[in-house]
């Protein structure tokens, strides 16, 4: 009974991680081919569904605790679907932040050729795939590389921003927009740093090893 209940709260997180993952693509593909449409979806209906679904697998999660009381790895794998619902439900805030600010740039000239952004959004949302296919597969070796892969989209968040710098200086007209490419960057570069958590958290659960902070040890208990 337990570990079906478990399977099925598994389940629940993927599907949620899922659809943040889409809510990503689409927020940048609209923006992109300057689609209104799919700017919308993403805030008017795929962000309440990831608020209802938060909702339901942290009650899940509690109920699971309270009635079987479980110890060690199955534990630890409960809490991580806590922080990761958590963070998955953050994530999509920053997709609907993304949308909003793409919803705004569309109507007006771009300042620049988007070359950067979509390279980075395209490692953001690898990033985030594979820290959920690690949490599926149980696989701490693409977790690490999660991990190992924030510092490269922190370089292109650097690279944005010294180039829009550069634009808001030469031609103050430009800086409304330029805000908005600054934001939609910071909240990609915040995604990836939310991956990010979720491969640490893996790690722990299958080696019980803790990697926050720069710390590598091992953890009190299998």
Known sequence: MFYEKLNKLKEKIIEQGNLVESMIEKSIRGLINKDKA??????QIDEPRTNEAEIEIDEMCINLI????????DLRTIIMI?????????IAD????????????????M????????????????????????FIKNDP?????????????????DQILRELVTYMISDPTTIERALHLERISRNLERIADLATNIGEDVI?????????????????GA
């Open 38 to 43: 799919l700017l919308l979806e993403v805030i």
């Open 66 to 73: 309270a009635r079987f009381q479980p110890t060690a790895q």
């Open 111 to 134: 300042v620049k050729p988007l070359i950067d952004l979509p390279k980075m959004a395209e490692e953001t949302m690898r990033m985030l795939k594979d820290s959920i296919d690690s």
């Open 141 to 157: 070796k693409l977790a690490k590389s999660v991990c190992e892969r924030d510092d490269v989209v922190d370089a292109y968040r």
């Open 204 to 220: 722990y659960i299958v080696e019980g090893k803790v990697i926050k902070h720069g710390r590598y040890k091992e953890g009190e």
């Open 82 to 90: 806590l922080k990761m619902n958590n963070d998955l439900e953050r």
């Open 94 to 109: 920053m997709a609907e932040n993304i949308s909003e600010s793409a919803l705004f740039l569309i109507e007006r000239p």
